[in-house]
DNA sequence: TAGTGGTCTAGACCACTGA
DNA sequence: CAGTGGTCTAGACCACTAC
């Protein structure tokens, strides 16, 4: 069997998991590395740019690569569709449309998304249900100027992520995760009482640099988001 | 100039971008998109390897490659060090050592970090400070037969974290992040009302299938974690 | 079973940057 | 300026899997 470059990457992981290179120190280069594993050069590269992405190795031409003093700890979440997220969990998907407006936008969410004054925002509300109970709810603006589409879709049965997401292919966006204590209407909604702590995803999107949409989505209590890395 | 990796991932993007290639089609293959570009196979290759990664196409051997009909959206958060994070917003960085005992390992964390009954643990109690306002309570288990040493360190000075993360190079983590509500203890640690809402993140820790550490993290009231993707 | 992606190799040239 | 990583090439073999 040839050495692949899992192979030495493995060994790597091993031997900073061992102690054999610590944290700070000078790792062999990659000639070296690929004589010591008898293998290709590109094979030992692969395996260290690898370690590089993942934050455990810090590499820098003609320095060399070094083990990073305290690794880069980094956690990816993937962020589902609501649906395929509940029918991951084998329940059954219920959407809702809660209400409609379109409305001239507010002064905080101008600022947030680089609006002209007096500009007009279409506002979502929807809740979406796993197995009939509460699961999230959703509170939407999206921007008519940047998806001028948008005004005449009807959300009575798809939701406005998945209207979006077929739409626009690719977009770039920032995401915050906070606690907030549910506000009446919440609670109604979401079948807890007025002052549960709630699990709180902030969505802004941007496509090209101009303003898609903004969502705030909550879920029900208990709700907690996990990832492995 | 010899085209490279990047530059075929860019075009790529663009024709997904630009509607040229319609979510769900296939693309072609390989050596195709080799001619085409005027480089070699693994050229192309490393460009679509890495719009795999990222979640914009999907690969499968024999059937090709496809443009996702919804792109995996994935969020990447850096766990820094409580130190760190207060040092980036330009506070100053205080920390407390509450509590320290020993103690026979609870049942509910015995089931989850896979121990056998009756082991002790070391139970650690933190409170971390921002120019001397309460920022996060750290509530951690550390199995001390897989870091011995952790019995004889002296945690008045330096919070756990850090101490092991200079003793363990290397680890594999599972992390959440929910909303809880305060109890009487934490609202009197973290400054706030019993039953506020409150942001926990909570890591447990495994070196090569054996725990290292459950650690549970609140933050003071209206902490939020935020990145772009 | 045939077609696709996945990987390795050996060699080459280049780009960056620390000594 | 010399050493390191970064990348490309052309060819090869392999592994998986849809058909």
């Known amino acids: 069997m040839t050495v692949t470059?899992?192979?030495v990457k493995a060994d790597l992981l091993d031997q900073i998991a061992l102690g054999a290179l610590r944290p700070g120190?000078?790792?062999p280069n990659e000639m070296e590395l690929a004589e010591r594993y008898g293998c290709?050069?590109?094979t030992v590269s692969r395996a260290m740019r690898e370690l590089a992405d993942e934050g455990i190795v810090e590499r820098k031409r003609k320095a060399g690569t070094r083990v990073r003093l305290s690794p880069i700890r980094q956690a990816r979440f993937s962020i589902p569709i609501v649906r395929e997220e509940i029918a991951a969990q084998g329940a059954e998907y219920r959407y809702a449309l809660v209400d409609r407006t379109v409305q001239v936008v507010p002064d905080w969410l101008r600022g947030r998304l680089d609006?002209?004054?007096?500009?007009?925002?279409?506002h979502l509300t929807c809740m979406h249900y796993?197995?009939?109970?509460?699961?999230q709810h959703?509170?939407?603006?999206i921007n008519p100027e940047t998806?001028?589409?948008v005004l005449e879709a009807d959300f009575s049965a798809l939701g406005p992520n998945e209207w979006l997401v077929a739409q626009l292919p690719f977009s770039t966006a920032e995401i915050s995760f906070s606690a907030i204590e549910a506000d009446q209407e919440l609670a109604?909604?979401?079948?807890?009482?007025a002052g549960n702590a709630l699990f709180r995803t902030e969505r802004t999107t941007w496509l090209q640099g101009r303003a898609i949409t903004l969502v705030r989505l909550t879920y029900r209590r208990g709700h907690r988001v996990t990832t492995q890395y």
Do not use: I, N
Request: aromatic share 8%; charged share 25%; with cysteine.
């Open 5 to 7: 470059f899992k192979d």
């Open 25 to 27: 120190s000078l790792m």
């Open 40 to 42: 290709a050069r590109a």
């Open 115 to 122: 609006l002209t004054p007096g500009q007009k925002m279409l």
């Open 130 to 135: 796993a197995d009939g109970m509460p699961y």
């Open 138 to 141: 959703e509170d939407r603006w």
């Open 147 to 149: 998806v001028p589409a």
């Open 188 to 193: 109604d909604h979401l079948g807890c009482a």
